[in-house]
Every structure is written in C-alpha cells, then in structure tokens.
C-alpha cells in the first residue's frame, strides 16, 4: 500500500458560486490565483469532475481564505499555532519515530533515484538555486543511514529539524502561491520529493503528505511524472511514511556534482517491485485561467515471475497553472491532453 486509505479518498467540495452558478457573477474577473466566469459548458465540465470524485483546486471551490491571508500581520501567529499544535501532537502521539541509523547499507537496493540540482525553472532567479543547493548539503545529510524498522514512522519534518541561520540554512527557493520566492531553507523540499519518488517504489505507507496547490513551471526535462512531488514546511506540513511489513528499510542520501543522489534500501528481498506512472494527463482553460490534471498510478510486478499483480490509483492531482502550456500561447480556450 503507497497511501492510507484516509489520504486517498478526495473530498467532495462544493463548487464557488451559488448552487448552478460556479464562480459566477460580474464582480469576479481573473487575477493572481483568481478565475474568472465560467460558461456553461465548464460548469458542467466541472460537475461531472466532481461526480467522479477529483478534487477541485482552490481556485475551483470558493473556499474562504485563510485569515492570515485576509490579514498578513497574522501570519506570524498563525504558524506559531500550527507548530505548537505539532509539537502537542508529537508530545501526545504513541507513535513509534524512526531514529537509528546504520553506517553500513543495508543489502538489497530497493529503489535509486538521482534528482538534477541545477535546472532552468522559468523565470527563476539561479542564486536561489545555488542557495537551494547549500540548504539540500545540510539537510541531507540528517537523513542518510536513517532505518524505518517494522511499527516505525519516518518524519521529514522531525528527521531534518527546522531551518534556521544558525544551523546554517541561507534563502533558497520557496514556491509562494505558485511563485518562486526566497526563503529560509528553501529547496529541501526537493529532498522530500526525492524521498517520496522512492517510497511509491515500495510497500512502505504514505501517512502523511502535502501536495504544493500550483503548477509554478512549464515541463523542462521532467524524467518523474508531475503531481509526485511534497509540499513541506516546518514542522506541521510534513512528510510521514510508516513501515507496515516486516521488512527493515534504509534511507540513503547525498548531495553530488551535479545531483541530489538518493536511495532506498532493505535487510531482505521484497516479493514486488514497482512502476510508478501518469494517465490522462491534461490542461483545461476554465474561467480565463489554465490548469492541469492528471492521475498517478502504480503498477505491481511479482519479482519471481514478472507478472504485473495490479494496478493501483495513488492519486489524483488537479492545479492552477501559473504558465501559460504549450498549444494556449494564443489565448485558445478549450482542452488539450499532454
């Protein structure tokens, strides 16, 4: 199992606007992270999308905002409750946190996976990058040699600890309301997609995992499927995975030349591996914006013979898009399959 059964099941909002009439009305016109009217034909588009069970982005949905987004000098506030909440939680939880380490790998390499430091993200600022790097040569390094033994819990949050200058984080790049900014600590979030990328390659759980609510970036040389990747901030938007079997499992992680380097290993064969994949990946244009969707799969190969055992639906992702896709350059409106 990739995922709990409670991080599967999507929830069924209710669209914006009054009932028939989704993000309708004359006083909303498209704007940074806002939608503009939507005909008829989205609607109904949207309709049928909820019915078969995708969760709509926020975007989407007329959720209320946050009140520190109401209110900025809030915000301070508002993330000093969310971390004591944690740190309550972590107090009063009988979970079981993974701790020890071992020098040595264990034998068997479950999955490897290396992810490119350096890349050309729009319009993005290449110092943030470069700062990005500094923070992953840190924060790697409390993950490496780390063991998930059978009952135990890994936590990205509690393994890495916060980021602070002290420690010797500096601003890298932090993805705010689907814009690159600079931030404490930012890039190792890309530590955590690299952890993620590896667990769906084995029969670990997924407990605990934040998706980022935007598509930021045009493809460039994507080798692992869009929607795979975390969100994680310190110390309440985390990344847990449990180990249900009775297999122990390592984590291996190193900042290279040119790559975050990163492996997952076991003390014992596992009887499947694992393809993780993309299905009808899209890009509508609804209500003046665009936005992308797509769901993520995973096939279970049986090592002895090959044979695929079943497929499984891990997720399903649906986001605003802050570009503009290949083939909508000129305004079209409509749908295009990816």
Known sequence: MAYAPEQVQPDQPHLAGQPGQPNAGPQQVPGPGKVGPLSAEEE???????ADGWELPVALTGRRRRVAQVAPALYPLAVAAHRARRRVRWLTSRTRWAHE???EPLPVRVKRHNSLLLRQLGESEMWLQHNKVANLRLAAPRVAGLLIRPGETLSFCRTVGKATRRRGYVDGMLLSNGKARAGLGGGICQLANLLHWMVLHSPLTVVERSAHGWDPFPDNGRV????TGCAVFYNYVDLQVRNDTDATFQVLAGVGDRYLEGELRADRELPHSYSVYARDEQFLTLGGRHFRRNEIWRSVIDRRTGNRVREELLKRNF???????????AGQAGSKRG
């Open 44 to 50: 109904a588009l949207l309709r049928s999308l909820v």
């Open 101 to 103: 380490r071992a020098a």
């Open 224 to 227: 692992i499927p869009w929607g």
């Open 319 to 329: 986001a605003l898009a802050t570009y503009v896709p290949k083939g909508f350059e």
